[in-house]
């Protein structure tokens, strides 16, 4: 049988390689395509989602994106709060954060009637008289709730917008979280006088307050509104999930440990300490929330107690989803001790160490500290 020609198998070897040539194309093709099918539509249900579409609003009116959404609430009359019912730090402090006039102002609101804290809290300029506002609405906006789902009070994510005849639009992504007026009062005064000794943006920025509804048995609720950030990631999003990796939850709670114990260096009591309640943002800086709670140390009967108190909060395994280990343990009091100061005293290794045993109800002293 006579041998094939080199020039005939030179030319199926060619068409062998095209083809398969031809085929490594079609797939590679193929993939770009259903990529780029995915980007494009992740991309539109972002904006969908996420930033809305533009309405016309009016010819004087600049057209802003306005995100749909279901209404949290109906909103009534606009005003600013009169600077008289906002007491200063010291006397707030004094106070436990809890300021009678304050509480009595959002108290005598009707349903719906929103109340803006002044601009140099609040950073919202706007003509707040019925000729002004034109239009305004708080809507949900779906996704802003991701991560935030462990506030023990009813808190809405959503969007403000307040449409004003001469001065524009203004829109502000925000959390409504719904209490009572004196737990309305605490948390906004208490965020104010954070932020002001820590010297920096410490917790949510307050907006201001709108009235709700009273509960079926009767008792007052009102709406406090904070600016929504999307970028601030609460510590049990690491420490109770049980998928994070066993490195990871031991750097956050070391995390915990400075959180706290910087917290405690300023002269604050949390209340209620759970790691639900400090975060990170995404410069890696620590945040303080839910302020309704806190409590000033100058005024405290026993400091030494009510710090070991926030100890004892972080480690109830009655809030807790995922048990911390011993080594968990010692990296939360080492970051503690390593960076509280003495100027509201300090706590001792053993204390902590006693507490933690007592709340969780082992024993904890084998460990090297």
Avoid at 112 to 133: N, W
Avoid at 278 to 286: E, K, T, V
Wanted: net charge negative; hydrophobic share 35%; glycine share 8%.
């Amino acid at each position: 049988m006579p041998k094939p020609s080199a020039s005939r198998l030179s030319s199926e070897r060619f068409l062998w390689m095209g083809g398969w040539f031809v085929m490594l194309s079609i797939i590679l093709y193929t993939q770009c395509i259903v990529q780029l099918y995915q980007a494009t539509a992740c991309l539109l249900l972002t904006t969908y989602y996420f930033y809305g579409k533009y309405n016309d609003m009016s010819e004087k009116i600049a057209p802003n994106l306005i995100i749909d959404g279901d209404p949290i609430q109906p909103v009534g009359a606009v005003d600013y709060l009169d600077t008289a019912d906002i007491p200063n730090s010291e006397t707030a402090a004094e106070h436990r954060f809890q300021h009678q006039a304050l509480v009595d102002k959002l108290g005598s609101l009707a349903t719906g009637d929103l109340v803006l804290l002044p601009p140099e809290i609040s950073g919202i300029q706007a003509t707040v008289d019925d000729q002004h506002i034109r239009s305004h609405s708080l809507n949900h906006v779906p996704g802003l709730e991701r991560g935030r789902q462990h506030s023990r009070t009813e808190v809405a994510f959503g969007q403000l917008h307040l449409a004003q005849s001469e001065a524009g639009t203004i829109t502000e992504l925000v959390a409504v979280k719904y209490v009572h007026p004196i737990t309305a009062s605490r948390e906004f005064l208490a965020a104010r006088a954070v932020n002001e000794r820590f010297g920096e943006h410490k917790t949510y920025t307050p907006l201001g307050f709108i009235r709700a509804e009273d509960t079926p048995r009767g008792v007052q609720r009102v709406g406090v509104l904070t600016r929504y950030e999307h970028n601030v990631n609460t510590l049990d999003n690491y420490l109770w999930n049980p998928n994070t990796p066993a490195e990871t939850r031991r750097a956050m709670y070391q995390v915990a440990g400075r959180a706290m114990a910087e917290l405690h260096n300023h002269g604050f009591i949390h209340g209620d300490a759970q790691a639900k309640n400090f975060a990170l943002d995404s410069r890696g800086a620590i945040r303080h929330l839910d302020t309704e709670t806190y409590t000033d140390m100058r005024y405290s009967r026993d400091a030494t107690i009510d710090r070991l108190g926030d100890v004892s909060n972080m480690f109830d395994p009655q809030t807790l989803t995922i048990a911390p280990d011993i080594e968990d343990i010692g990296l939360f009091v080492d970051s503690y001790m390593e960076t509280q100061t003495d100027t509201y005293g300090k706590l001792e290794d053993f204390d902590i160490q006693d507490v933690i045993s007592q709340t969780r109800g082992d024993d904890i002293g084998g460990f090297d500290w």
